[in-house]
T-cell receptor
């Protein structure tokens, strides 16, 4: 079945370094959502991207939706300890199904 | 998220036993969803409901049942037919529409384990 692949699975960065997670779909997506889940917590909605090539920023976070609407990325500039958690993308396919990636777990080294 | 209450936080099930997980919301949202999360995995949709007295199967509905008798409540029953029920169960709410159209807001979750 259709998958939404997310890479890397894990990422360790020094505090202050940048971090990027990538989301790739085998088919075109209608939209893509990003969520953050802190350890032991529940996913929290961050943003939704709908348009081809769309770029949105939230403070140190930059979200992109690819021109072909098959991939997306989340970039965090100058990571802080509060950025720790797992970042999930969730894409809606043409069958109107939402498919979550397996997430990228971010660890921050002090 | 405030306004979505899942209970209990931890639940243990014996073999052959049905258990029911509660999800209540006071945010007046039409749509409610149940997801299952396994360690190191993404979320998989079990059931969703867009309106009272109506619900739809998600990708992994086998071994689960739901009801939507009130707008505020969407309980999930894990039946004895679900052979691998140990997981983190998340309830979510959103605006009316299919799950991927609206941002979803999640409860704190219920961790279910087999005794």
């Amino acid at each position: 079945g259709q998958q939404v692949m997310q890479i890397p699975q894990y990422q360790h960065v020094q505090e202050g370094e940048d971090f990027t997670t990538y989301c790739n779909s085998s088919t075109t997506l209608s939209n893509i959502q990003w969520y953050k889940q802190r350890p032991g917590g529940h996913p929290v909605f961050l943003i939704q991207l709908v348009k081809s090539g769309e770029v949105k920023k939230q403070k140190r976070l930059t979200f992109q939706f690819g021109e072909a609407k098959k991939n997306s990325s989340l970039h965090i500039t100058a990571t802080q300890t509060t950025d720790v958690g797992t970042y999930f993308c969730a894409g809606r396919n043409r069958d109107d199904k939402i498919i979550f990636g397996k997430g990228t777990r971010l660890h921050i080294l002090p | 998220d405030g306004g979505i209450t899942q209970s209990p936080k931890y639940l243990f099930r014996k073999e052959g036993q049905n258990v029911t997980l509660s999800c209540e919301q006071n945010l007046n949202h039409d749509a409610m969803y149940w997801y299952r999360q396994d360690p190191g995995q993404g979320l998989r949709l079990i059931y969703y409901s867009q309106i009272v007295n109506d619900f739809q199967k998600g990708d992994i509905a086998e071994g689960y049942s739901v009801s939507r008798e009130k707008k505020e409540s969407f309980p999930l029953t894990v039946t004895s037919a679900q052979k691998n029920p140990t997981a983190f169960y998340l309830c979510a709410i959103g605006g009316r529409g299919l799950p991927g159209n609206q941002p979803q807001h999640f409860g704190d979750g219920t961790r279910l384990s087999i005794l």
